[in-house]
């Protein structure tokens, strides 16, 4: 029910003996988004003093905005009337100083009974409708350009999509230079673009409407034709997007531009997962060593962290132990570099499709099948023939 956004363990320990030892503490506010996706029922934050002013304003204008019923309780260590203002004005519940433990107390079960009167008469929203478990995410990414992002969010759509009692969505979040359209020769009819016009009353259905279909189970979301619309897509209006499509698709992989954008981090928020591209070569791996340590700086959780190395080659000079040893963590998985790739993006297609038992095919399927926790429909005969590529680090 109430969860403590706690940046210092020695606060976190100290707040816990008041409220409770069993409280949930997250460390940063990605962790909080986090662990919110997975408890959607907790009704109160309580922020600890160490969390700058201003992060913690914007992050009760947002609940204030998408969780009405969730409080937020601001703890400080010294009472002052224009933070107590700037926080009530952003939607902040109550302001608390931090050595009244007896007030925090107080003040907390007051915020929790009105997060339960306010459950029991708010209206039921258009993303509330959905009873069903939200689909799983996953956000393809290299800092640097080149080590083929697109092509592995395709043809891992395309895996994802052989299970058709599965609906899959593939996005192309590179909003300024995105080419999955031309990668499957998909007409661009429609793109998020579209979702700028009504976003004031964008629902499921608004948000169905935007995509392209490129199968009965897979549908496509393309980026915007005209890379200025890139300005008017909001990181909210972007995460309202990702959001409606995590109820309506049971697997959403998201194809992201080689940069931190506050949209993307948006994306990497929802996300499950994230395939983190390199190819072996040394600016590949600089630029990975680059990622892993914005990543941890964000707080993003290293669960979700699965590095894979693609157009893996004996003849590249860089071995994957160089990987592994460079970054201090084991490589997910290998795809083979193989002229088949750029065969079958200049037929529109993917090599899923076009070679089912291509050894690229095999790398693919085997993240679909680790991602998933399951087995795709097109191994179950073929694994007792061709075994899928060996996932490194699982021996």
Sequence with gaps: MTVLLCAAASSAERFRLALGEGLPVVASTRELADHLDQTPGEELVVVGPELPLPMVLELASHFRQAHPGLGVLLVRNRLEVSVLTQALQAGVREVVAADDAAELLAATKRSLQLSARLAGSKPVSPQATNDGPLGRMVLVFSAKGGCGKTTVSTNLAQALAADTSKSVCL?????????????????????????????????????RSLVTKRSDNLDVLLAPLDPSDMEFITPDLAQRVLAGLKQSY?????????????????????????????????????????????????????GKWKVVVNRSTAKAGVSVADVENAIGMGVHAQIPTSDAVPIATNRGTTVVEANPRHPVTRAIEGI??????????????????LPLLRLVGQK
């Design 171 to 207: 996005v192309d979040f590179d909003l300024q230079f995105g080419d999955v359209a031309v990668a499957l020769q998909l007409d661009p009819a429609k793109t998020i673009s579209d979702a700028i016009r009504m976003q004031q009353s964008l629902d499921q259905q608004g948000i």
């Design 250 to 302: 049971d697997y959403i992989v998201v194809d992201a531009p080689p940069a931190f954008t506050e949209v993307i981090l948006r994306a990497f928020d929802l996300a499950d997962q994230y395939l983190l591209l390199t190819t072996l070569d040394t600016p590949s791996l600089k630029n990975l060593k680059v990622t892993l340590g914005t990543l941890q700086a964000l707080g993003m959780p290293r």
């Design 368 to 385: 679909a099948v680790a991602f998933t926790g399951g087995e795709l429909p097109t191994q179950r005969n073929a694994n007792k023939r």
